[in-house]
Every structure is written in C-alpha cells, then in structure tokens.
C-alpha cells in the first residue's frame, strides 16, 4: 500500500499547490509510481502548475460518483510516465464531497501507487477536512509571517483531532516547510526567522525554500521548479523531496544576498 501524503496550510496563498506539484514531480523522478491528487474543488489550480490543463476530461468528483472509471480519469504527466493526475472539478463545490467516498478513493490509489500527494484547499472547511482524513503523512506549508503560522497552527490541531488515523488512537507524520523566506528580511528582524516559526509550531522541519521569482515564471509556464536545475528553490524542493524519501540532507545556506550581486544578477539573467 502507497503512503499519502497531505500537503495543507491554514492561510491561501502560501505556495501549497506549488509545492505539491513540485514534490510530486520529484518523487517521480526519483523513480516512485505518484499521483497528485488536487482536492481544492471548485478552483483547480495543480492543473496550470504541471502544465495539464488542456488535457482534463473527467475529474475527481466523476469518479467518486462514478460517472467513470479512476483510470479514465488519471492523466499522465508529459515528462515523467511514473507521475499521474487526478484533477479538481470546477463546477462544483467543497460540499459535494463525501467522506466515506473519499476513503474509498484513496485506497483505490494507494493499492496503484506508492505515493497519493493530495493538494488540500487551505483553511479549515469541510473540504480540508476531507483532504486530511486519510493522510498518512501531513505536510504544513507556511511563510514566516505571524497570520500565517497562527492559522498552520490552528491546521495541526485539526488533523490531529479529525483524521482517521487520529480517530483510531495513532498519530500522522507531520513536517513543516517553511515558503519564501527573504533572507534580508529575517536580517532585519522584519521576518520571522526559521527557529521562531519552529519553536511556535512545535513541528521537525523537513525543508527551507528561499523567496524566488522563478518559481513565478515557472508555475505560469507549467514547468516545475525542481526541474529547473541551478534554481535555489528548485535546490531547496529536491532536497525536500530527498528527506521524504529518507535521506538525511543538510539544510541550505541562506544568507542575505550581496546587493550588488542581485542589481548584478537581475541586469544579466
């Protein structure tokens, strides 16, 4: 049986989906049978992030209800054969969504594959909670800012009250990744450092990924960063991707960029 693995955060807008395709695509470079699941229903966004979009034809909530077979539904990345897709639906909404068809879901693609990456919505609403109730392993995606790891916070209280592995006395693997920190900023004291966001949370930490444009560039070309080699952030992502699979990897440098360098960086990128 594969292990799923739930990638959340409280706040929207932190880079989770992002994050999910990119961890998605590494454990499937690596050589591991993925799927993605994205279980944001009625926004969609995995999609554009690996590049599917055009390619969708039934989704998530059609094989839940059974108006096709998973298979139909699956859609194979265009660079890698071991990681497939399982859209979100647009026309509907979180409330379509059923517990016991979600379970019935997740094992269907833990017998297939050895890892299910479900893009949780953020917040806290039935559809995150649906997201997390069969997660074997929770990944919590914050950025160093006070709102966002108070509201992470108020996430680790709920997976840990309302998964099914809660529910049966256990306990998910849970990390944390901390998105876009600015180095200059953190220096500065205008940022929350790595130690204030792991002493709030109370979490290990599996991973650092630095503040990095091309992570823009690359999600609106459908190209994920971890493939873009040279990239701290793709570094950063690989690395991640590294620990889940068990590897013990040192955590990167990340100081303050010189500022003649970036000026130096940016004229001749």
């Known amino acids: ?14 880079g989770k989906s992002t994050l999910s395709a990119n961890i998605s695509v590494g454990l499937a470079d690596s050589g591991k049978r ?13 999609d554009m992030i690996l590049g599917l979009e055009n390619r969708i034809v039934y989704d998530v909530i059609d094989v839940m209800d059974e ?6 539904a699956l859609i ?3 660079f890698s054969k071991n990681l497939y897709f ?3 639906s647009q026309t509907k ?14 094992d269907e693609l833990k017998e297939e594959f050895d890892f299910v990456v479900v893009d949780s919505p953020a917040g806290i609403e039935g559809g995150f909670e649906h997201a997390i109730l069969a997660a074997d392993r929770a990944i919590i995606i914050s950025t160093p800012e006070v709102s966002s790891v108070r509201d992470a916070d108020r996430v680790i209280g709920i997976i840990d009250a309302k998964s099914l592995k809660a529910q049966a006395g256990e306990e998910v693997d849970k990390h944390i990744i901390i998105n876009r920190l600015k180095p200059d900023l953190v220096e500065k004291g205008d940022m929350l450092a790595i130690h204030d966001v792991t002493n709030i949370l109370a979490l290990p930490l599996i991973g650092v990924v630095p503040d990095d444009e091309r992570v823009v560039s690359s999600t609106n070309t459908g190209e994920p960063v971890i ?3 040279g990239t701290k952030s793709g570094e950063a992502v690989n690395n991640i991707v ?6 013990d990897v040192p955590f990167m440098e990340l100081a303050p960029e010189n500022k003649f360098i970036a000026v130096f960086r940016r004229w001749f990128k």
């Open 76 to 78: 194979n990345d265009k």
């Open 34 to 46: 993925v799927v993605a699941v994205d279980f944001d229903i009625g926004l969609r966004n995995l």
């Open 67 to 72: 108006k096709c077979k998973l298979p139909q």
């Open 242 to 247: 590294r620990r889940i699979l068990g590897e």
């Open 1 to 14: 049986m594969g292990t799923v693995i739930t990638v959340t955060s409280g706040k929207g807008g932190v």
């Open 227 to 229: 493939r873009k080699r």
């Open 86 to 88: 399982l859209p979100a």
């Open 93 to 106: 909404d979180k409330t379509v969504l059923d517990k016991d068809k979600v379970k019935k879901l997740i």
